[in-house]
Nanobody
Framework: VQLQASGGGLVQTGGSLRLSCAAS????????MGWFRRAPGQGRKFVAT????????YYADSVEGRFTISRDNAKSTVYLQMNSLKAEDTAVYYC????????????????WGRGTQVTVSS
């Protein structure tokens, strides 16, 4: 599975962004998709994950209620709608795919995109 994330950028505190991750290769509808992020000076951390049908979704506590993960299997794309952005959301965001799950740890994911930068200014 090849993954390409897009949609990052610079936004003010309280603003919104929508990230997209387009997948190609393995049948998209059979894989679990996740979003992770790496803030400056920190390790990569779990943000959200969604199973193949969208019936099971998990969020990190830090984004619960502000971020929404969704997927369109017909377009082989997963989305991360980010609202009420805070300075601490500044990070490189990565999408990832797993053969099973959904999981909240990066070790369980088999495929990774290159990441897209999100910067939230105060």
């Amino acid at each position: 599975v090849q993954l390409q994330a897009s949609g990052g950028g610079l936004v003010q505190t309280g603003g919104s962004l929508r990230l997209s991750c387009a997948a190609s290769g393995r049948t998209f509808s059979s894989v679990v998709m996740g979003w992770f992020r790496r803030a400056p000076g920190q390790g990569r951390k779990f943000v959200a994950t969604i199973n193949w049908s969208g019936s099971t979704i998990y969020y990190a506590d830090s984004v619960e209620g502000r971020f929404t993960i969704s997927r369109d299997n017909a377009k082989s794309t997963v989305y991360l709608q980010m609202n009420s952005l805070k300075a601490e959301d500044t990070a490189v965001y990565y999408c990832a795919a797993a053969r099973a799950g959904p999981y909240t740890t990066e070790e369980e994911y088999d495929y990774w995109g290159r990441g897209t930068q999100v910067t939230v200014s105060s």
